[in-house]
């Protein structure tokens, strides 16, 4: 059973387009970060949500805790936004992993 | 700041080997993880430690030993490498309980033959 679920686990889109990643998970939780690894393999918390939207340049997450949910939004994607991105629960003292979302932006 | 420092970036190890990860962060954070990340899997939870003196064990502790004698180390031993602890592994500190953000190291890719 895993506690979080990552959708879809492969993206490719074109330069420009809109793109949405989805975060389900199924425990109660304190925090859920969007994080982004570099084809290097170097990461990077992009946002610390526990309720609510945030926005950072052309991303955007939300949260959903009623629905156990969190999506993290793209707008005009660029090929320098090709990277894994992860999503990660706090809950309790437990940390909780989702396996990723591989998006590749083709120029 | 340097932010989280891992050393070293690749080691390549033989069965029975030992080694320590060193993971060394000046953001006077309270918290700090270590965790692997096989290919094509999430990220797991090795250790962690809410401050010096202080560690506890995550999902995946068998196979290490971890010491926080200072806020800014947090060093990982493994004293007797086999394969099955070929991994990448990433250190991450942060403030309070993680609600105020992550910052990860740039990592290590270990092999064990």
């Known amino acids: 059973k895993n506690e979080v679920e990552q959708s879809p686990q492969n993206l490719t889109a074109q330069e420009g387009e809109f793109i949405t990643i989805n975060c389900s998970y199924s425990?109660?939780?304190?925090?859920l970060h969007w994080l982004q690894q570099h084809p290097g393999g170097g990461i990077v918390s992009l946002f610390m949500?526990?309720?609510g939207k945030k926005k950072h340049g052309r991303l955007i997450a939300t949260i959903n805790i009623q629905e156990k949910h969190s999506s993290l939004h793209i707008t005009a994607s660029h090929p320098r936004d090709s990277a894994v991105y992860i999503c990660a629960l706090l809950s309790g003292n437990q940390f909780y992993f989702g396996t990723g979302t591989s998006l590749t932006v083709i120029p | 700041n340097a932010g989280v420092t891992q050393t070293p970036k690749f080691r390549i190890l033989k069965i029975g080997q030992s080694m320590t990860l060193q993971c060394t962060q000046d953001m006077n954070h309270n918290y700090m993880y270590w965790y692997r990340q096989d290919p094509g899997m999430g990220l797991k939870l090795i250790y962690y430690?809410?401050?010096?003196?202080?560690?506890d064990k995550g999902e995946v502790p068998n196979g290490y030993n971890v010491s926080r004698s200072t806020t800014e180390d947090f060093p990982l031993r493994l004293e007797l490498a086999a394969p099955s602890q070929t991994s990448v592994y990433f250190c991450?500190?942060?403030?309070?309980?993680?609600?105020?953000?992550?910052?990860f190291g740039s990592g290590t890719r270990l092999t064990v033959v």
């Open positions: 991450a500190s942060s403030s309070a309980t993680a609600n105020y953000g992550y910052t």
């Open positions: 425990v109660g939780i304190s925090a």
């Open positions: 949500l526990s309720s």
């Open positions: 430690s809410v401050g010096a003196g202080i560690t």
